[in-house]
Nanobody
């Protein structure tokens, strides 16, 4: 059975950093595109960053230069390094794994940026 678990969220002051992890189990996703999404209160879920199987990535314009997505296929894990956090980055961050037969999602991890 596939499980996807995000971790690493928390409360951080503006300008601070967090590193989110997305660990998948149950099968290998080394050939699949993985993505970080976020959903802020009252807003729609949006894609923050995408990374494909060979490590090429794209990210939302508003986070470029501050957020960095990476993956370790041997560990079946994706990461999101977030630096220079701003209050508007407050949201629940989700991991999504794209497969031909449907997507897998984690339960999300809360990131709160506040002084």
């Amino acid at each position: 059975q596939v499980q996807v678990v995000e971790s690493g969220g928390g409360l951080v002051q503006p300008g601070g950093s967090l590193r989110l992890s997305c660990a998948a189990s149950g099968r290998s996703f080394s050939l699949n595109t993985m993505a970080w999404y976020r959903q802020a209160p009252g807003k729609q879920r949006e894609v923050v960053a995408i990374i494909n199987s060979d490590g090429r990535s794209e990210s939302l314009d508003s986070v470029k230069g501050r957020f960095s997505v990476s993956r370790d296929n041997a560990k079946n894990t994706m990461y999101l390094q977030m630096n220079g956090l701003k209050p508007e980055n407050t949201a629940v961050y989700y991991c999504g794994i794209w497969t031909y037969n449907g997507d897998y999602w984690g339960q999300g991890t809360q990131v709160t940026v506040s002084s």
